[in-house]
């Protein structure tokens, strides 16, 4: 039982994080109809940057907040110089374009800090565990939860409440309305794209202390976070919170009784190999199922 | 003699959320005649046509060709069924030629599994038979020239070569006349004349001098419903009909 | 709204429609250009004598690079068949590379144990290596062809990542690190283990492989498939099935590429999941569009064109994938048609 709770709380970690990447990602598609390749390179450069503070200072918190911004900035950057290009372009072009982007990042990053892995550190005052049910358990990892939480929320906030987010939610639907009504569009767009880029830093941030800091670490998240998207629907947070928890937790729970269920028909050896292989498989069978029976996704709009 | 192929559509049906764009509509289309849809803008004639030749599904109601069923029928197997559609707004293939966009049409109904093996361009029975059905539109531009020099009339002139392409029993036509100069109204209009015969042809138009000198029956939709419906004449005195359109006048 | 006319006048006869129909009785249809089928002639016989040609000018060491030119080649003429005349842009094809990889892999390793499961015969391994790419692209082409779009590439991508992770769990067969082959396969008694000939066994498969994409193209099917990528709902409402010729499409060019999957596999004689990461996916696009989408040649130079960039760039630079990205960034932005385009001017219909 312990070990079902410990795994679901892992689960629940790991699909807010996804989440703070994918609500980002839907948010951009959403709104400017662009497929960008390069947002899991922000994800990296979040923790890149991260990293480097992190050591200079010795400060957890100087860490993040440099992280967040240096994601920020790279996000302003890449949307002021190439993406505000892309957006009446056809799709092949996005997608070229977009893997320029995550060429030029991923050997960005090792010319300006080189090869060698980096890491970010957890903060001491996040550190040990707490007692929960008997279970002992991460801070750290209770903290990433309660972070993403925090996110649902201020997104939510921020779309539903305050002016920007009715933009951003007409947006979706009537983009040319938009700059009719005297809003300035292309101001708006690339805010939109630094508050994506912002999440997917903070993520990055957060992330760091469970993952190795190197070139190419943001990539399998933005095709996971492409997964969100096609299992919740695009444009839709709630979509993606629910599709990004959901994959979370049957990644988490796949890693850790998938061996155990195949050990029960094979040897042990290859009761690992193969329940690890049928594990990271089964997000990608979570998408084929909501294929198979929704094409639109969750909460999307029928499409193809 | 056997009854003419014929069309039905009974109890049709359709709703966007709460607008009930369609309410039990009854139709009828039949080999040899020309069946007119009227009725003001916005009345649900484009919708209608949609939920006949199954490029929308209907929330209630039946489409039969003769005695099948085809309600379920999605809209590439209604065409191969001999039910086949015109679009108000033309839209050629660009990547082809006018001849070669007739051939494509023709191509598509060709019941060959896959195709690969034959070269589509050179099938002279194919071809012949392209020139044949531009020639019978009137279709005069260079088969060979690029579709994107036609006029506007040109490429409606296409559009009703691409869908006779597809041999079919029943044409839904959505307003062809749409943005032709008088000339060639009075030639589409003599073109339908020619189809009827073997043919049925449902015509949605809003020119109504040649409504009146085409049509063989008349259905005037208002609100997504059929107001009256029957022969020109009995439309043309029907006292509901006439305030519905001295309504839009004012 | 118009009035209610009155009476109408009777129709009036349309006598001179007969004399029309006459003098279009054998107007062509089409415009035949020789172009295409020029470039295609010039740009196989280049890569036919391009190893004399190195050799000549002592570049001998650049054979291997040139046998990967041809597989990758072949890889991307498969995938301009779906992208470029299918509008089907696939950014997860390099899985396919390892389907046929791994098949012809697997084999020469159950060979070498000796389990009686394995042959390093060619004439076996490599159509095998293509089944089973028809096979996985059947499946997955028909999951991903419910969506269309970007919503379609996002699908192709994560299939994409779905068989990195499978072939990287493939413990038996080298996993994450990889396994190097002890041999090639062989053509009947021949050894493919010369370099020279292995080059142009792969130039011949290309060959055919161009000729029959070219045949696929101008066929009804490749008819289709080109109008389905114009306006879909057009075409089915003249009553085509295009999900069919989709599909079609989308398994044959699965099944060339994972045959170039297993060609590449012996080139290099190291089977690792490292051919089919999703980066791959994105070289072959890439290949794709430097030699013009749309012309069935183009996959070939644009094969070449890389490959000799990224040589000419190692040499200035370790640093080369970064202007790598910037070129695509730059090329992407201003140019549109690609280096095939250019060749083939407004012939791009055929």
């Known amino acids: ?304 | 003699m056997s009854d003419p192929t014929t069309l039905h559509a009974r109890g049709l049906d359709k709703h966007y959320g709460n607008l009930h764009v369609t309410r039990d509509l009854d139709l009828q289309v039949q080999v040899g005649q020309v069946h007119a849809l009227i009725g003001p803008n916005g009345a649900g004639k484009t919708t209608a046509l949609g939920q006949l030749c199954g490029e929308l599904a209907s929330d209630a109601g039946t489409v039969h060709l003769d005695a099948e069923d085809i309600t379920t029928v999605d809209l590439a197997g209604r065409v191969r069924r001999g039910v086949a559609r015109s679009w108000q707004i033309s839209a050629p293939f660009p990547g082809f030629t006018v001849g070669e966009n007739v051939v494509l049409a023709a191509l598509a109904t060709a019941h060959r599994g896959f195709g690969f093996r034959g070269r589509a361009r050179r099938d002279p029975g194919r071809n012949d038979r392209a020139r044949h059905l531009l020639g019978e539109v009137g279709l005069h531009a260079d088969p060979a020239r690029p579709v994107s020099e036609l006029d506007h009339g040109g490429r409606r002139l296409l559009e009703l070569a691409m869908v006779l392409a597809t041999d079919p029993v029943v044409l839904l036509l959505d307003e062809p006349m749409a943005g032709l100069t008088p000339g060639e109204v009075e030639h589409v209009a003599t073109l339908l004349v020619r189809l009827r015969a073997d043919h049925g042809i449902l015509l949605v138009e809003h020119d109504m001098d040649v409504v009146f000198r085409l049509a063989d029956d008349i259905t005037v939709l208002a609100d997504g419903a059929v107001l009256a419906s029957g022969a020109p004449e009995a439309i043309r005195r029907d006292e509901r009909v006439r305030s519905l359109y001295l309504q839009e006048d004012d | 709204m118009a009035e209610l006319p009155e009476q109408s006048e009777a129709d009036q006869p349309q006598a001179e429609q007969n004399q029309v129909e006459q003098s279009h009785a054998s107007a062509p249809l089409s415009v035949a250009s020789r172009r295409p089928m020029v470039v295609t002639v010039l740009v196989l016989a280049v890569v036919g004598v391009a190893p004399v040609l190195a050799g000549a000018l002592g570049f001998d060491y650049l054979l291997g690079t040139l046998t990967r030119a041809v597989i990758l080649g072949m890889a991307a003429v498969a995938l301009d068949y779906v992208v470029g005349y299918g509008g089907l842009v696939s950014l997860g094809h390099a899985l396919f590379l390892g389907t046929g990889a791994y098949t012809a892999g697997i084999l020469v390793l159950q060979h070498d144990a000796g389990t009686g499961l394995g042959t390093d015969q060619a004439l076996l391994a490599w159509p095998l290596a293509m089944l089973v790419g028809a096979g996985f692209g059947w499946v997955l082409g028909a999951l991903a062809l419910r969506t269309r779009g970007v919503y379609f590439i996002m699908v192709t991508l994560a299939f994409n990542q779905m068989m990195f992770f499978l072939f990287n769990s493939l413990a038996a067969y080298g996993g994450d690190d990889g396994v190097r082959l002890s041999t090639r396969d062989r053509l009947g008694p021949l050894s493919l283990d010369d370099d020279s000939v292995f080059y142009y066994v792969c130039f011949l498969l290309l060959v055919v492989v161009v000729v029959v994409f070219n045949r696929l193209v101008r066929s009804p099917s490749g008819w289709l498939l080109r109008g389905a990528r114009d306006n879909e709902l057009r075409l089915r409402s003249v009553g085509a099935n295009t999900r069919r010729h989709q599909l079609a499409a989308f398994v044959l060019s699965a099944s060339v590429a994972s045959l170039a999957g297993a060609l590449a596999v012996n080139e290099s004689q190291f089977l690792s999941p490292a051919i089919s990461h999703w980066t791959e996916s994105g070289e072959l696009l890439v290949m794709v569009i430097i030699g013009g989408v749309g012309s069935v040649v183009g996959g070939v130079l644009g094969a070449f064109g890389l490959l000799v960039l990224e040589e000419l760039a190692i040499e200035f630079t370790d640093d080369w994938q970064f202007f790598v990205g910037l070129g695509l960034i730059v090329i992407v932005l201003l140019a549109r048609r690609g280096l095939a385009g250019l060749l083939l001017g407004g012939h791009r219909n055929v």
């Open chain 1, 1 to 304: 039982m312990e070990l079902f709770l410990e795994q679901t709380l892992n689960g629940l970690q790991s699909g807010f994080t996804l989440l703070m990447i994918s609500s980002g990602l839907t948010l951009i598609f959403g709104m400017m109809g662009i497929l960008n390749l390069a947002h899991g390179s922000l994800f990296m450069v979040g923790a890149f940057v991260a990293a480097d503070i992190g050591a200079r200072t010795g400060s957890f918190t100087a860490a993040l907040l440099a992280g967040v911004a240096g994601a920020a900035l790279a996000g302003v950057l890449m949307e002021t110089v190439v993406v505000r290009f892309l957006y009446d372009r056809d799709h092949l072009d996005q997608v070229l374009a977009t893997l320029g982007l995550v060429l030029m990042a991923n050997q960005g990053v090792q010319m300006v800090w080189g090869i060698a892995p980096r890491t970010v550190t957890r903060p001491p005052w996040l550190e040990g565990s707490v007692s929960l049910f008997g279970l002992d358990y991460p801070i750290y990892r209770l903290a990433i939860i309660a972070a993403g939480v925090a996110t649902v929320v201020v997104l939510w906030w921020l779309i539903h409440r305050t002016k920007v987010g009715m933009w951003i939610r007409a947006g979706n639907t009537h983009r040319d309305l938009l700059g009719a009504l005297g809003v300035n569009v292309s101001l708006l767009y690339t805010g939109v794209f630094a508050l994506g880029a912002a999440l997917a830093g903070f993520a990055g941030v957060v992330a760091s202390p469970y993952l190795t800091v190197e070139a190419g670490m943001g990539d399998n998240f933005l095709i996971l976070s492409f997964v969100v998207i096609v299992i919740g629907g695009i444009g839709s947070i709630r979509g993606a919170v629910y599709a990004s928890l959901l994959l979370g937790l049957v990644d988490t729970w796949g890693q850790t009784y998938l061996p155990t269920v195949v050990g029960r028909l094979t040897d042990p050896s290859t009761a690992a190999a193969i329940g690890s292989s049928l594990a990271s498989a089964s997000i990608y069978l979570a998408m084929v199922v909501v294929l198979l029976m929704r094409p639109q996704g969750l909460y999307g709009a029928p499409r193809g």
